[in-house]
């Protein structure tokens, strides 16, 4: 009885490459990033992201001083309420503005107030940048993550600074001069 080839060495021989589920493919003359390179990368990645938001918070606080009801001391999302009664030339874009913006301060949230993971899955070739969700309740695991990639984090950036821009191209009702005093004889 001759001695028959495993199913791993007929593959190979057809050109295939046996590969395990937890296996990085290897490619040439490229090294994957070490973890430090990821938190780094992560690390200027939320700096860029927290810097749009700064900018965005600097638009909501203009807005409020034209409409004279808002304080740089208040939390952010007091000032969105406040802004909400703003008026607003467009109010209807206005509300749809600050409810973009709203969605955005809950992910701010958790970028600001967890520490920065990285993660790598086995199947997916993207890496992920993991923070906790501090604004709902852990699952029965006791975790809630937010895990988004490089790529979803650039683009969350640009919805920053989108809604940045369109919130600070809304235009404001023009606001009555106050009456003068009359001028005492």
């Known amino acids: 009885m001759g001695r028959q080839a495993g199913p791993t060495k007929i593959l190979r ?3 295939y490459d046996i590969q395990m589920g937890c296996e990085v493919p290897i490619i040439k003359d490229v ?3 070490s973890q430090l390179q990821l938190l780094e990368r992560g690390a200027r990645l939320r700096s860029d992201f927290l810097d749009a ?29 406040a802004l909400e009664k703003a008026s607003f030339r467009h109010p209807i874009k206005a509300k749809q503005r600050i409810a973009e913006i709203r969605a955005l301060v809950e992910c701010r949230n958790d970028m ?5 993971a990285v993660a790598e899955l086995s199947s997916d070739p993207n890496s992920y940048f993991v923070f906790r ?4 309740l852990p699952d029965c695991t006791g975790r809630h993550l937010r895990a988004i990639t490089g790529e979803e984090f650039k ?9 940045a821009k369109q919130l600070s191209d809304q235009p404001m009702k023009a606001t009555a001069p106050a009456d003068l005093a009359p001028a005492s004889d």
Do not use: M, W, Y
Not at 57 to 70: M, Q, W, Y
Not at 112 to 116: G, K, M, P, R
Not at 133 to 136: A, G
Not at 155 to 163: D, F, G, Q
């Open 13 to 15: 021989l057809l050109g």
């Open 112 to 116: 600001v107030h967890s520490i920065l």
């Open 31 to 33: 090294e994957p990033p």
């Open 53 to 81: 938001f700064a900018r965005l918070e600097e638009v909501v606080c203009k807005k409020l001083d034209h409409d004279a009801k808002g304080t740089a001391a208040q939390p952010l999302t007091q000032k969105l309420n």
């Open 155 to 163: 683009a969350l950036i640009s919805r920053v600074k989108t809604a």
């Open 133 to 136: 969700n501090v604004s709902t």
